[in-house]
């Protein structure tokens, strides 16, 4: 009898790394952060973003993309993250500025403030992303970041926990369009609750002109 052998294709997990961060300080630059974002697509609710700088080699085991993790995950890894940051800083930009300057523009501003809001001035800073935000200090951008720096990894989780608390927050406030089940999110039952209530406070007017203004 013929051996038969079934081949399995080998999957490589991307890790976070601090080579990013060692790059830059190879450069001359001390003081390292990651920037990133969480709640571009979602209908309702602020963008938020967020600014870490961590201990170089600091391992925080299981630390990756905030979109690979399960919420417990993300909720254990945010309350590590603070307590060993060397500092970080949580904003964010509303709804409003969202539809006054557009969701880029937002996300940029959001960035910005984190930034502004660190506790030690950083001068240099990875973002997630394939743009740069503007900020006062050297950027570089790092597509698909939160998936190769520590940094850009540890900004994800804070950014996604803060924002996902946020509207579990705005959930008790306007119960009738469970946020809690989809964050804001475009969701079939997002759009259903859209379509029997009408448009909240604090729903993105400009990401809702279809609904809004019918043609």
């Known amino acids: 009898m013929s051996e038969i052998k079934s081949k399995k294709k080998t999957v490589l997990k991307t890790v976070p790394t601090y080579e990013y961060e060692k790059a830059a300080m190879d450069k001359g630059f001390s003081v390292v952060c990651g920037i990133d974002e969480a709640g571009r697509g979602p209908l309702a609710g602020p963008v938020f973003a967020a600014a870490v700088i961590l201990p170089i080699d600091l391992e925080i085991p299981g630390l990756n993309d905030s979109k690979k993790l399960s919420e417990k995950k993300r909720e254990a890894l945010f309350d590590e993250i603070i307590e060993k940051a060397v500092a970080y800083s949580v904003a964010s930009a509303s709804e409003k500025e969202i539809d006054e300057i557009n969701i880029l523009q937002a996300t940029f501003l959001a960035m910005r403030r984190a930034v502004d809001g660190l506790g030690i001035s950083p001068d240099y800073a990875l973002i997630d992303g394939n743009k740069k935000p503007g900020l006062s200090i050297e950027e570089e ?33 306007f119960p009738e369009y469970q946020f809690e089940k989809h964050k804001g999110y475009g969701t079939a039952l997002h759009y259903e609750m859209i379509s029997e209530y009408g448009v909240s406070e604090i729903h993105r007017k400009s990401f809702l002109k279809k609904i809004l203004n019918p043609e």
């Open 141 to 173: 951008f790092v597509i698909k970041g939160d998936a190769k720096s520590m940094s850009i990894a540890a900004a994800s989780i804070l950014a996604k926990v803060s924002r996902d608390r946020y509207m579990l927050e705005m959930a008790k406030y």
